[in-house]
């Protein structure tokens, strides 16, 4: 398969979780905190390499004034696509991204339960979650997995390998290299 069908694929996915993002974010309204500029959640170490392949595109889009200050920028602990608090790649943003913020649920099998997880920016430790304002994301991220699997067996890699963040802002291709 061509690395525009993975990338529809991919881009198909992303636009169901934002619609699923969009039905949660509205049953929390205020609560939910999450504005530009916020960026504590930006922290992510690594993404699976059609993510980065996706990432790597949208990098190579960016205006090549933007690409110098997010190198001379780049730090240990926060999102390298960051300038000035703001992801210059937004749209293009991974999953995980753009699920900061909202409560998200695990199915934990082995327990038989629901795990939760969100910002506590957004929620106190103790705040009670109805099962309809959780946002499962397993099916998806089952979903993401697959398609990685397949996107990496075509180039010949491990689906399980991680690209890590900061080599998006190597050389820009279409592919993991």
């Known amino acids: 398969m061509a690395d525009r069908d993975f990338f529809q694929q991919y881009r198909d996915l992303v636009n169901r979780v934002d619609v699923e993002i969009e039905k949660i974010a509205e049953l929390h309204g205020a609560q939910l905190r999450c504005a530009p500029g916020c960026s504590q959640c ?5 993404v699976l390499p059609l993510e980065a392949a996706h990432l790597r595109q949208a990098v ?3 205006d090549e004034q933007v690409k110098k200050v997010m190198q001379a920028q780049a730090g240990p602990t926060a999102c390298p696509l960051l300038v000035a608090g703001l992801c210059v790649v937004y ?3 991974p999953l995980i991204c753009r699920t900061h913020g909202l409560p998200i649920a695990y199915v934990d099998y082995d327990r038989q339960a629901i795990e939760v997880s969100a910002c506590p920016l957004n929620f106190a430790d103790d705040y009670g979650f ?3 304002e959780l946002f499962f994301i397993d099916p998806y991220n089952g979903e993401l997995v697959r398609l990685n699997a397949e996107y990496c067996a075509g ?3 491990s689906s399980t390998m991680r690209v890590p963040m900061r080599e998006l802002l190597g050389p820009v291709s279409g592919q993991v290299r």
């Open 155 to 157: 180039l010949g890699i």
């Open 91 to 93: 749209q293009s943003r």
């Open 60 to 62: 190579g889009r960016l």
């Open 42 to 46: 930006c922290t992510i170490a690594s």
């Open 130 to 132: 109805d099962r309809q």
